[in-house]
C-alpha cells in the first residue's frame, strides 16, 4: 500500500488520490497528517509537502490547488518534461505537483472559469490549456502516471502495481435511425416535395425507391453492424435519440414508430443501450427525465449510460441533471470540433462537482475520435480520418487506456455522401479491434 504525508487532507486531494490508486495499485492509497506514522510505515511512501521529513524520500512538493476552496484564476505556465508538456512546476523528484496538475485536467477546472463558446454555445476546444500548449492529442494524465510509475518503482524496487490492460470500446450515435422510412406520411410527403421543390431529383428518387421497398434504406447498417460484431466479438455501446417533439437539432424517428421503438427493443436487449438526451432537453431537466423514463420502458430496463447530442455539456450543470436521473456513467467528455482528448487522459474517472468540492459516483468515459468530426470538421476523406484514427489508436494503446470511438449509423450506411466511410470502419473493426482483448462493456 503506497502513504502519501500531507500537512493536511482535502477533498480534492483524496479524489485525485483515489483516481491514481485505481490506476496503479489494487490497493487505495492512504493518507495521513501523522509524521510519526509517515515515518514509522516500511513501505512505498511520498512525501506531498514543502518540508524534508527524511534523507532519500520521495518528494513531490505541491502547489496551492488542492488545498484551496472555491474557483479562481490560475496562472499555468507549461514547460517541457521528457519531450511531453507538464506544469505547476516545483522542486522535487517529479519536478513538478502531479497532483494538482492532474486534479486541473480531470476536474476541466478551465470550464467553470469564464470562456469563449462555440457556434453551439459549448467550451471551444480553443478556450484550452490543451489545446494552446498542443498536447491535446495527448492522454497526457495516463502518460505522466507512466512515468510516476517508473520513478516509484526505481526508488522502491518491491513496490507492486495493478495490471494494466488497454481496451477497446466502440459506441454509435444513433441520431437518426433511417434517412426515409419510418417517418410518418407528412414527413414521407413533405421531405419528398422538398427535394423536388429545390431540383435535388436523384433524392427524391431515392427517397420514394426506399419507401416503395425497392433498395434498402442508406441509415440502415444494423444487420451488417451485428455480423460486424459478432466476427469482432464486440460488445459496443449504442445512444438513442429519443426526442418526443422534432426540433431544429432533434431529427430522430418518432417515438410513436412501432418500428423504431422495436429497433430500440432488440438493441437493449442484445446490447448496452444509452440515453441520447435531446438538445431540447439540455434546457428542461423534466423532458430529460421524460426521454430517459421512455427508453427505461421500451428496453424493458433501466438506462444508467448517456451521451449528450451534439455534446452540448456544460459544467457542472449538465452532469448533475444526468446524475439526479440515474445516470452512472457518461460518455460526453470530447470535443464535437477537434479530435483529441478533452480531459487529457483515456481513462474512465469520476466526476468531481468542483462547485459543490465533492466526489460523484457519476463515471466519464473520454473519447477520442468521432467520425463526424473527421468529416465535417476536418473535412477528412476516408483515408485521412483512417490514419488519424490511428494514430489516436497507438497513443492510447502505448500507455494501457482505454480507446472509446463515436460512430454514426449514416456513415456506415449506403448514403452517397459519405461514400468509403462504411469500408473505412470495416477495416478498423477486422484489421484492428478485433485483434484486441475481449472486453464486455456492461
Known amino acids: 500500500m503506497l502513504l502519501v504525508y500531507s500537512k493536511q487532507i482535502s477533498p480534492r486531494l483524496e479524489y485525485i488520490l483515489q483516481f491514481i490508486g485505481d490506476q496503479l495499485f489494487d490497493e487505495p492509497v492512504k493518507i495521513t497528517t501523522s509524521v510519526a506514522d509517515y515515518l514509522a510505515s516500511s513501505g512505498p ?3 506531498y509537502s514543502l518540508v524534508d521529513l527524511i534523507e532519500d524520500e520521495f518528494l513531490i512538493q505541491p502547489v496551492a490547488l488542492l488545498f484551496e476552496e472555491g474557483i479562481h484564476p490560475h496562472r499555468v505556465d507549461c514547460f517541457e518534461l521528457n519531450y511531453h508538456k507538464a506544469f505547476f512546476q516545483t522542486s ?10 492532474s486534479f486541473y485536467l480531470l476536474s476541466r477546472y478551465e470550464e467553470y472559469l469564464p470562456h469563449d463558446k462555440d457556434l453551439y454555445g459549448r467550451y471551444a476546444h480553443s478556450n484550452s490549456l490543451a489545446f494552446r500548449e498542443s498536447f491535446l492529442h495527448q492522454p497526457l494524465v495516463n502518460i505522466w502516471l507512466h512515468e510516476f510509475k517508473i520513478a516509484l518503482e526505481a526508488k522502491f524496487p518491491d513496490i507492486v502495481f495493478r495490471m494494466e490492460q488497454f481496451a477497446n470500446l466502440v459506441t454509435y450515435d444513433i441520431d437518426n435511425a433511417y ?104 434546457d428542461d431537466k423534466a423532458l430529460l427525465k421524460e426521454e430517459k423514463e421512455w427508453l427505461d420502458v421500451v428496453g424493458d430496463k433501466e438506462v444508467t449510460t448517456s451521451r449528450q447530442h451534439y455534446l452540448r455539456l456544460s459544467m457542472p450543470g ?4 444526468l446524475a439526479e436521473i440515474g445516470i452512472q456513467k457518461e460518455f460526453s467528455m470530447g470535443y464535437g470540433t477537434i479530435n483529441g482528448f478533452r480531459a487529457s487522459v483515456s481513462s474512465p474517472f469520476r466526476w468531481y462537482d468542483l462547485e459543490r468540492e465533492t466526489s460523484t459516483s457519476l463515471t466519464v468515459y473520454p473519447f477520442c475520435f468521432m467520425d463526424a468530426t473527421s468529416f465535417y470538421r476536418n473535412n477528412n476523406s476516408p483515408e485521412q480520418a483512417y ?22 449509423n449514416d456513415f456506415l450506411g449506403t448514403d452517397k455522401s459519405k461514400q468509403g466511410w462504411r469500408e473505412m470502419f470495416e477495416l478498423y473493426m477486422k484489421e484492428t479491434v478485433y485483434w484486441d482483448a475481449y472486453y464486455d462493456g456492461r
Open 318 to 321: 449538465t452532469f448533475r441533471n
Open 45 to 47: 511512501k511520498i512525501n
Open 179 to 282: 434517412a426515409y422510412l419510418h417517418k410518418g406520411f407528412k414527413r414521407s410527403v413533405g421531405g419528398l416535395m422538398k427535394a423536388l421543390f429545390k431540383g435535388r431529383f436523384s433524392e427524391a428518387l431515392e427517397r420514394w425507391r426506399v419507401v416503395t421497398g425497392k433498395i434498402e434504406d442508406p441509415f440502415d447498417c444494423y444487420e451488417w453492424l451485428d455480423a460486424l460484431h459478432l466476427y469482432c466479438r464486440l460488445n459496443p455501446y449504442y445512444f438513442f435519440l429519443v426526442a418526443k417533439t422534432p426540433g431544429r437539432y432533434d431529427k430522430n424517428v418518432s417515438t410513436e414508430s412501432r418500428h423504431f421503438r422495436e429497433l430500440v427493443e432488440y438493441y437493449c436487449s442484445t446490447y448496452t443501450v444509452g440515453i441520447h438526451p435531446s438538445w431540447q432537453s439540455g
Open 92 to 101: 522535487g523528484d517529479l519536478h513538478f505537483d502531479l497532483f494538482a496538475a
Open 387 to 408: 490514419h488519424e484514427l490511428m494514430r489516436l489508436y497507438d497513443i492510447v494503446k502505448k500507455v494501457n487506456g482505454m480507446m472509446i470511438t463515436i460512430w454514426h
